[in-house]
Every structure is written in structure tokens, then in C-alpha cells.
């Protein structure tokens, strides 16, 4: 059974700046995808760029931003258990409690966004617990069974096929509400499928496994306080870069083939290594690195107000029954309007800790999670 160390457990701000480049990151290729609308209609304002710009955009981003945003909300989980035990305390129930609360923001974003991951990030949250008691070596254990794609592995040995009929029927039914619906309409077929289409899409995508192994292995780095410039850390995460640039080279010259369902997740996995070892391998080494990464500490501290923004402010964009965008911009324009939108949340980010020192979607989430607590604070 796993036992605090006793060791302090300082803020990490190269955490919040890998936090606010997956926040950064999602808003960019939610903007690619016109906030999942995939229309037939003719595209009115398109250029020759738009499927290079898809398709870097979708190699660098597709996955391995919600898969950081994963990783750090398992660092995150950690911080706060290990914080309650060194009290003597019991994070358990609080945790559950806090999930619960996640969820329900979750409920309000799927009404705008069907895209939503607060939900299943509640669910997946929930599994932490149990797994949390789990010494380090068995915790390995399972981060290497999950990483492997069991459920895909599973499928390619026995031939074994998972049917989507579902899952494309209730894409075609949100998708025809984002284009033609008004906004109630919207809101009610985004909450009656919202939860089922990203569950069936985890499914299909292969984050099904993928996901809950990145929620663990981000429990298990701050376990093993990789995040810190402590011991050989910084020598670690240059190995991890050099291993896992390596394998992305390599592999982007493979044709997966009919492997492609079970290798491309592997593949997404690696590439976010390598995000992640180079950014954490840079802010350590370089000050130059940190003095730029700074601004998006700021944005990443305001990750969970600035996700349920994006999502209000996207799909009045490119929804029908806001700007509909969705037939007017082609991808390039399109991901010119969310840089746009992640400079305005950014400037919105830097007003509001002039005065304050949580976000206010943070600062709710805090207070709820503690309620009824004699003292939130070091929390």
C-alpha cells in the first residue's frame, strides 16, 4: 500500500504551462473541426492550405492534448491526496465528492459543446482511488497494460470486431442539430447524446484504455516527483525525449496497415511523450524557455473556465444558430479564429488574477470541494 513520503508538495509551474498548452491546443483543433461539425456543404471562403493545415494540425494535436490534459489532472489528483495524508487525513470521499462537482460542470458544457470531456474525466477520475492505495510497482504494472491498447490488441489476435452503427447514427443526429437546429434544440440533443457520442468516440478512437492510463501515469510521476528539477530528473526527461523522438521518426515512415487501430493510438501516446519530455526538458534547462512558457502558466491556471468558455464562445461561431461559420470558413481561417479565441481568453486570464487569485470556474470548484472544511488552506 502506497504511504506519503512527507515531502513537500510545491507548486509546479511547468505543470501550469503544459496545462495551458493542451487548453491552447484543444481550442486550436476544436477550431479545425468547427467544434465537431462535419459538413457536405461547399465550403464559401476555403484555400489551397487547408489540408496541410489539417494535417499538421492533426498529427501534433489529435489526442495529445486531452491526452496531457489527462496526465496532469492524474499529477493533480496526487498533489491533493498526498497533501491530505501528510495531515493524517482521508482524501477518498473529498475526491469523489470533487468528481461529482466535475461532472456537473460537465453537464453545463455539454450543452453547449457536445464534445465535452468533464464527464468522462469525472468517471475516469473516480477509478484513481482504488488505484491510488496500489503500491508503485503494481501501479507500472497496469500503466504498461493499458499503454499496450488492450482492448484494440484484443480485437487485431482475435479478430474480433466492435460495431459503431451507433455511435455514427448519433454523431449524424448532433451534427444535423449544430448545422440547422436553434440553439434549444442544440442544447437538448447535446445533452440527451453528449455523454453516449464521447464514450462510443473513446471507444472508436482508442482512448477508451488510453486515457485512464494517462490519469494513472500523471498520479505515478508526482509519486515519483518527476515534475521537479530534483535529482537526475532533468537527465530523465532528456532520455525520455531522445527514446521517444526516436520512435516518432521512425515510425512516421511505417505504414501501419491493418495494424493502424492498434498501433495509431501507441503512436499518438509516443508523440505526447515527446511533447511533454521536450517541454519539461527545455523549462529546466533554458530561462529563456520559461520567460516565454510563463504566459501560458497563466492560461493553463484557468484551464477548466477557459475549456467551458471555448466551448460557448466556439459553437456561437461555427454553429447554425450563431454565426454559422461552419460552411463559411474553410481550416486555415478557421484556426485563425482560434488562435484568436486563445489571445482573447489569455487577455481575459491576465485581468482577472490582477485581482484575484484562482479562476473563477477554479474558484467555485475549490469551494465546493471543501465545503463544510474547517481550512482550505495549502489545499
Given at each position: 500500500m502506497y504511504r506519503t513520503r512527507f515531502l513537500p508538495n510545491t507548486r509546479i509551474d511547468v505543470a501550469d504551462a503544459l496545462r495551458g498548452i493542451a487548453v491552447a491546443g484543444i481550442i486550436l483543433y476544436h477550431s479545425v473541426e468547427h467544434f465537431n461539425i462535419f459538413t457536405k456543404e461547399t465550403i464559401i471562403h476555403a484555400l489551397p492550405s487547408d489540408q496541410t493545415v489539417a494535417d499538421v494540425l492533426a498529427w501534433l494535436l489529435s489526442g495529445k492534448m486531452y491526452g496531457i490534459f489527462a496526465m496532469l489532472f492524474g499529477l493533480s489528483f496526487f498533489i491533493m491526496n498526498d497533501n491530505q495524508q501528510q495531515k493524517g487525513k482521508c482524501f477518498s470521499g473529498r475526491f469523489a465528492w470533487r468528481m461529482c462537482l466535475l461532472f456537473m460542470f460537465g453537464i453545463i458544457n455539454v450543452a453547449f459543446y457536445d464534445?465535452?470531456?468533464?464527464?468522462?474525466?469525472?468517471?475516469?477520475?473516480?477509478?484513481?482511488?482504488?488505484?491510488?492505495?496500489?503500491?508503485?510497482?503494481?501501479?507500472?504494472?497496469?500503466?504498461?497494460?493499458l499503454a499496450i491498447q488492450p482492448v484494440e490488441l484484443f480485437c487485431l489476435l482475435t479478430g474480433f470486431e466492435i460495431d459503431h452503427t451507433r455511435f455514427y447514427e448519433i454523431s449524424g443526429i448532433i451534427n444535423s442539430a449544430h448545422e440547422h437546429g436553434t440553439f434549444w434544440e442544440n442544447t437538448l440533443t447535446n445533452l440527451r447524446y453528449g455523454f453516449e457520442v464521447n464514450f462510443r468516440y473513446n471507444v472508436f478512437s482508442g482512448r477508451l484504455t488510453q486515457l485512464l492510463c494517462l490519469f494513472i501515469l500523471g498520479m505515478q510521476l508526482g509519486r515519483q516527483r518527476l515534475f521537479y528539477n530534483e535529482g537526475r530528473n532533468l537527465h530523465i526527461w532528456h532520455i525520455i525525449l531522445c527514446v521517444s523522438a526516436t520512435h516518432v521518426i521512425a515510425l512516421g515512415f511505417v505504414d501501419f496497415g491493418g495494424l493502424e487501430g492498434?498501433?495509431?493510438?501507441?503512436?499518438?501516446?509516443?508523440?505526447?511523450?515527446?511533447?511533454?519530455?521536450?517541454?519539461?526538458?527545455?523549462?529546466y534547462a533554458f530561462e529563456s524557455v520559461r520567460n516565454v512558457l510563463h504566459h501560458l502558466c497563466i492560461f493553463g491556471r484557468m484551464s477548466l473556465t477557459n475549456y467551458l468558455m471555448q466551448s460557448v464562445i466556439g459553437c456561437f461561431i461555427f454553429c447554425g444558430y450563431g454565426l454559422a461559420c461552419y460552411y463559411k470558413l474553410g481550416i486555415t481561417y478557421a484556426v485563425l479564429v482560434g488562435l484568436s479565441m486563445v489571445i482573447f481568453q489569455y487577455c481575459f486570464a491576465r485581468y482577472w488574477f490582477c485581482s484575484h487569485p484562482r479562476g473563477p470556474l477554479e474558484g467555485i470548484w475549490r469551494k465546493l470541494t471543501w465545503i463544510n472544511h474547517g481550512n482550505t488552506q495549502n489545499i
Open positions: 464534445g465535452d470531456i468533464l464527464m468522462l474525466y469525472a468517471c475516469y477520475g473516480l477509478l484513481l482511488i482504488p488505484i491510488s492505495y496500489l503500491p508503485s510497482r503494481a501501479v507500472w504494472c497496469i500503466i504498461i497494460l492498434w498501433l495509431k493510438p501507441i503512436y499518438n501516446f509516443i508523440i505526447l511523450l515527446m511533447i511533454v519530455s521536450a517541454v519539461v526538458s527545455s523549462w
